[in-house]
C-alpha cells in the first residue's frame, strides 16, 4: 500500500501562491500515476491534476489549467502542485492521490488517498 502525506498548505490571499508537496512511501511505482483532488465545505471531491508515472504526461482540470502545475520527483518520491493566481473558489482540502500502475488518471478513480492538507484563500 503507498502511504501518501501532504504538506505546505496554507492561508494565502486571493491572487498569491501556494505549493503543495505529497511524500509517498510503501509500494510505490515509476508506472503509477499520481496526482490531486479537492474538496471545499458542502461540495463533492474534485479532480485537480495528475501526472503520469514518468512525468511525461499531465493532465489538469478545466478550472486549474494555466495557473497550476504539477510535477514530481522520482528519486525523491514526491509530487507537487505549484499553485498560482489564487481565488477563493480554490479554497478546499486538497489530497494527494496515487493511481494502480499503468492507470490512466482520466479513466479510473485513484487507489490511495493522503489525509488532505488545507488551503485557505481570502478574498
Known amino acids: 500500500q503507498v502511504r501518501l502525506v501532504e504538506s505546505g498548505g496554507g492561508l494565502v490571499q486571493a491572487g498569491g501562491s501556494l505549493r503543495l508537496s505529497c511524500a509517498a512511501s510503501g509500494r510505490t511505482s515509476s508506472n503509477s500515476a499520481t496526482g490531486w483532488f479537492r474538496q471545499a465545505p458542502g461540495k463533492e471531491r474534485e479532480f485537480v491534476a495528475a501526472?503520469?508515472?514518468?512525468?511525461?504526461?499531465?493532465y489538469y482540470a478545466d478550472s486549474v489549467k494555466g495557473r497550476f502545475t504539477i510535477s514530481r520527483d522520482n528519486a525523491k518520491n514526491t509530487v507537487y502542485l505549484q499553485m498560482n493566481s489564487l481565488t477563493p473558489e480554490d479554497t478546499a482540502v486538497y489530497y494527494c492521490?496515487?493511481?494502480?500502475?499503468?492507470?490512466?488518471?482520466?479513466?479510473?478513480?485513484?487507489?490511495?488517498w493522503g489525509q488532505g492538507t488545507q488551503v485557505t484563500v481570502s478574498s
Open positions: 492521490v496515487a493511481y494502480r500502475p499503468f492507470e490512466v488518471p482520466t479513466t479510473t478513480l485513484p487507489r490511495s
Open positions: 501526472i503520469s508515472g514518468s512525468g511525461g504526461s499531465t
